[in-house]
């Protein structure tokens, strides 16, 4: 364990050679969000900067006491599509609550995108038919890609429809799905990609040319939608369809609807912690349309962040940095 003197640094080289997955990190994540309804985690309020329409950076903070650790994912995003850039980048700090001590600095890219695909499979799991089978993705990028390994740990995947604004982005998504040797197509737009599915992911970024377009009349009875992207894409007036709405976080959500961030306010009824301890006691319905909005909050960040430390330190992975 490093001195009080010393930092451990994680690259995104690091992090990889760890091996997560979402369903490795769904431990994790379920144990998070009990602590928070316990009250043995708080997380902070999410502060964002906006440089543009499409530009931003959030500060997300949390702490986990029987962890003894604190934390704060510092991210930034913008519309890189023209760059062949990623979208979103993060860095994680942890420290140690009895001593103050700075303890990590991790890159947070794929924790951020492994997290969030295990906070909607913690959701999905309870939730989703457990027979199901059939997925749509809107957006083909790195969110995409991390929850159909999420999904596809836990159901019987077997025919997937996909839909980007990049037909190339669909097909090298549709590629990697095809290698798992379950059946995808490529269609034209959003509405096909979710119509007839069992499962939805929306994940689009932000970007130019943003429609609300979505509803949840375009969607089959009993279907579970996991939307990381603020829902961004969906028409907010027809939010009241949805027979469940779901979020990572109640209050935050409510923050982020009232802004105008989530395309409806008020509505979210119930948080996934309450889900996971059990006080919301909905299963699954093969009549219910579900929407699941991640607010994104960093209580998962932190706790997967101390996750991959404990196992980097475990294997000797990383590098010792002095103060």
């Not at 010393?6 to 091996?19: F, K, Q």
């Not at 769904?26 to 144990?31: G, H, R, T």
């Not at 959003?190 to 509803?215: N, Y």
């Not at 779901?246 to 948080?271: C, H, Y």
Request: net charge neutral; glycine share 8%.
């Amino acid at each position: 364990m490093p001195q009080a003197s010393e930092i451990l640094y994680l690259s995104r080289a690091d992090i990889e050679r760890l091996a997560l997955t979402p369903l490795s990190c769904l431990p994790v994540i379920e144990a998070a969000f009990a602590a928070l309804a316990s009250g043995d985690a708080v997380n902070g309020s999410k502060t964002g900067l906006f440089a543009s329409g499409t530009s931003f950076s959030y500060a997300m903070p949390a702490l986990l006491r029987a962890e003894g650790v604190a934390g704060v994912k510092w991210v930034s995003g913008a519309d890189n599509t023209a760059r062949d850039l990623p979208g979103i980048a993060g860095i994680i700090v942890l420290s140690d609550v009895e001593t103050a001590a700075i303890t990590a600095v991790l890159d947070g890219d794929l924790i951020t995108a492994v997290r969030t695909a295990a906070v909607t499979l913690a959701g999905a799991r309870r939730l989703a038919r457990r027979d199901s089978e059939r997925a749509g993705f809107v957006a083909c990028g790195v969110q995409a890609w991390a929850h159909f390994d999420a999904l596809r740990a836990v159901f019987p995947l077997a025919d997937v429809r996909c839909f980007s604004r990049s037909r190339a982005t669909a097909e090298r998504f549709a590629t990697m799905v095809r290698g798992h040797g379950i059946t995808v197509t490529v269609v034209e737009t959003a509405k096909d990609a979710v119509a007839e599915r069992d499962i939805v992911i929306t994940s689009v970024p932000r970007g130019e040319g943003l429609r609300q377009e979505l509803s949840p009349a375009d969607l089959a009875a009993g279907t579970f939608v996991g939307a990381p992207d603020l829902a961004r894409t969906w028409i907010g007036a027809d939010a009241l369809a949805f027979d469940r709405i779901l979020t990572d976080d109640v209050a935050q959500s409510r923050t982020l609807g009232n802004k105008g961030m989530i395309p409806w306010r008020e509505r979210f009824d119930a948080g996934l912690a309450e889900l996971i301890t059990g006080t919301c006691a909905w299963l699954p319905d093969p009549q219910a349309r579900t929407m699941f909005v991640h607010a994104g909050i960093g209580l998962g960040d932190v706790a997967v962040a101390k996750y991959v430390v404990d196992r980097a330190r475990e294997r000797g992975v990383g590098m010792i940095l002095p103060r």
